[in-house]
């Protein structure tokens, strides 16, 4: 039946009002009727959820990576990057390194410790093993105790303007704020590398050698807050 009052068509309605406001937020083809539907659109709405929240929750290893060149020799690149004692020159915070006795002096299977200590004054221990060495190319190492399992790769290769230096982060995070984490992660590494660049092309090696002396201090594992 279909009536005209002040000028506008009225129409029987198709849905009861709650149907009707379900209808219009979902469009028709998820038209959600509780007498015949049996909740099925509520049901979708719980699968998505939980698809998000697997997704959110999935932890997969995942590989970050940056590189710079350098203008210098892949071997003065290499006796650089590979001294745990450089980063005195490029992270703030350290403190000093030491190798774990009993240990290979160097290669695979070499551990030592690099000492860090925070604004507040807490100090933390890391602790790294060379798991492949191809001087002076190639160096793999792990971080054995922060928790991520993280693997860190360094390439140099001879180019027409110098070294190739590049660094290769694997280590585990959540897949589904992987973007995120690439952007701080391969952030932070881009501005490590420019610090090897600067340190390196401004002749401020030699120096470094009297701070291996006053950080690599063997009798340092039992004394850290020295």
């Not at 129409?11 to 009861?16: K, L, N």
């Not at 979902?26 to 959600?32: D, L």
Request: net charge neutral; charged share 30%; proline share 5%.
């Amino acid at each position: 039946m279909r009536t005209r009052l002040f000028g506008v068509r009225r129409c029987r309605w198709r849905y009861s009002p709650c149907e009707l406001v379900v209808a219009i937020s979902t469009g028709p083809s998820h038209t959600y009727n509780p007498r015949t539907s049996q909740g099925n659109w509520v049901e979708r709405l719980g699968r998505r959820w939980d698809s998000r929240r697997e997704a959110a929750s999935k932890v997969e290893r995942h590989a970050f990576e940056a590189s710079v060149v350098i203008a210098a020799d892949v071997e003065t690149v290499w006796e650089f990057v590979t001294e745990p004692a450089s980063n005195s020159e490029l992270e703030q915070g350290f403190v000093k390194t030491f190798p774990v006795p009993g240990t290979p002096t160097f290669g695979v299977g070499h551990q030592y410790c690099n000492v860090h200590e925070d604004e507040a004054g807490n100090q933390r221990v890391l602790l790294t093993e060379i798991e492949e060495v191809e001087r002076p190319r190639h160096l793999k190492r792990r971080i054995l105790n922060n928790g991520t399992d993280l693997v860190r790769v360094l390439t140099l290769e001879k180019v027409d303007a110098g070294c190739l230096y590049t660094v290769r982060t694997e280590t585990m995070a959540p897949t589904a704020d992987v973007e995120i984490a690439r952007h701080l992660v391969e952030g932070k590494m881009r501005q490590t590398l420019m610090k090897v660049k600067q340190v390196i092309e401004s002749d401020r090696i030699p120096a470094l050698s009297d701070a291996a002396e006053r950080l690599i201090r063997p009798s340092g594992i039992t004394r850290l807050t020295e």
